[in-house]
C-alpha cells in the first residue's frame, strides 16, 4: 500500500509538471500564431488512451499510454515526432519554421520559464497555507547521528553543528549539509563546549562512494501508541510514553540504538529496560521476526521545541521566490558530483524519484516536492542538448549571433542524437535504481 501512494504521488506529480511545461510551448505557440497540430499527456506510440479534437480546431489533445512525459507538437518544428514529411513540404506561413528566431526563441523557453514560475508559486503558496516549520540545530538535545565517513572526519555522535566556516547554521537542511561538506572547518558542540573540526576535501566523493545518509537527529524512543494489542510490545506490558533506555542491560538511549540492538536480536526473548513516570522497570519482550516490537513512536519533532514561522498572503511571494531560488542555485551547484564517478553510480531514476515521496498521503510534502521537481524540470530542460529545449535554443542562438539557419538535415541528425542521448541516460539511470533493488 506505501509504494502504491508513493507511486500515486508520483504520477500526479508527474502529470502537473508536464501540463505545466507543455501549456508555456502551447500558449506562446499560439500567441505567435502556430499551429499546434497535438497536445499530449504521455506518449501516445502506435495508440492513446483518450483523444478528442474540437469541432473546428487545429489541435488534437489526448493522453498517452507510456508515462514517460508529454509533448506539444508544433506545426513545421523538428522534434521528437520526427515528422519528416511536414518538413519535405514548402513552409507555411503558421508554421513554427516560418517565425523569426525571436518567436521561436519565446516558444521554446516558455515551458522551461512556466515549470520555474510555477515552482515559486507553489513555494509561496506552500509557505501561505501551512507555514514554515522547523527544529533548530540548537535544540536538538540529544545532538546528532552520524555515518562512518563524518567519523571519520572527526565528528562524534551527539555532536551539535553550530557553524561552518563562521557561517552559523540554524536548521539542518540541504543548505546545511551542503554548507558543512564543503567547509574547510566545521564547529560543534561537544560536551558543552565549541570543538572545531577540519574537515577533510572530497566529503560528497566519500559519501557517495560509500552510500552513507547525512547526518540525523538522535532523539530517545518513546511509545507514541502500540500498532495493536496482539505486538511483542503489548504482551511486554509497554503502554503509551513508555521510554526505552535498554536491551538485555546494554544502555540503548536514542531510538537507533534500540533498533538496532532489536535487529540483532530477531526472534529471540530479551529484557527490555523503560522508564515509566520516572520508575525504572524490565520486562521480557519476545522480537519479532522483522527484529521489531511493534509500536509507533515519538518524532523528534514531537519531543523537542521546534520553531514556526507564518506568512501573511504578500509576505508569502517573496519567501517562496527566495526559497525557489535557494532550490534551484543549490540543486546546480550540486551537479558538479554527477560527473564524478561516485556521483555517476549514485544517480537514480524514475524508482528514486518515486521513493522521496511520503509513505502516506500528505499535500504539504506532496506540493514541496512537486516543486522541487519543477525547479529540477526546468533546469534539466535547459540544458544544451540536443532533443531538449535547450539544444533548440542553442542553434536558434547560433542563428542569431552568426545570421546562419543550420540546415533541416543537420538539425534532425542532432535530434535523432539528442534522443539516443537521453535514452542512454534513462536508461542508465532507472537501471541503476533495479540494480539498486536487486542489491537490497
Known sequence: MEVLTKVAQFVLSLSILVLVHEFGHFVFARLFKVRVDKFYLFFDPWFSLFKFKPKG???????GWLPLGGY??????????????????????????????????????????????????????????WGDSYLPLRNMQMGLKYSDTFKDAGFKDGDIILDADGKDLERLNSGAIRAVIEAKTVTVMRDGAPFAIDMPKGMMQRML???????????????????????????AGLRPGDRIVSIDGVPAPTYDDVTELLGKNKGETV???????????????????????????????????????????????????RLGW????????????????????????????????????DWRSFWMMTAFLSIILAFMNILPIPALDGGHVLFILYEIVTRRRPSEKFLVYAQIAGMALLLGLMLYANGNDVFKLLGK
Open 57 to 63: 480546431g487545429e489541435t488534437e489533445y489526448g493522453v
Open 72 to 129: 506539444c507538437k508544433i506545426s513545421g518544428m523538428i522534434d521528437e515526432s520526427m515528422d519528416k514529411e511536414q518538413l519535405a513540404q514548402a513552409p507555411q506561413p503558421w508554421e513554427f519554421r516560418s517565425k523569426p528566431a525571436w518567436m521561436r526563441l519565446l516558444i521554446l523557453v516558455a515551458g522551461v520559464l512556466l515549470n520555474f514560475l510555477s515552482a515559486l508559486l507553489i513555494f509561496s503558496m506552500i509557505l501561505f497555507k
Open 209 to 235: 562512494a560509500g552510500k552513507q545518509a547525512f547526518p540525523s537527529p538522535r532523539f530517545p524512543m518513546i511509545v507514541q501508541k502500540l500498532a495493536d494489542e496482539t505486538v511483542p510490545a503489548a504482551r
Open 271 to 321: 529484557q527490555v529496560g523503560f522508564l515509566r513516570d520516572g520508575a525504572a522497570l524490565e520486562a521480557p519482550l519476545a522480537v519479532g521476526a522483522d527484529g521489531k516490537m511493534g509500536v509507533y513512536v515519538k518524532s523528534y519533532v514531537d519531543l523537542y521545541q521546534t520553531v514556526h514561522v507564518t506568512y501573511g498572503f504578500l509576505d508569502s511571494f517573496p519567501a517562496g521566490i
Open 326 to 361: 535557494d532550490t534551484l542555485t543549490g540543486y546546480v551547484g550540486d551537479m558538479k558530483y554527477v560527473f564524478t564517478k561516485e556521483g555517476a553510480s549514485s544517480i537514480g531514476g524514475f524508482g528514486t524519484i518515486a521513493s522521496q515521496f511520503p509513505s502516506m498521503w
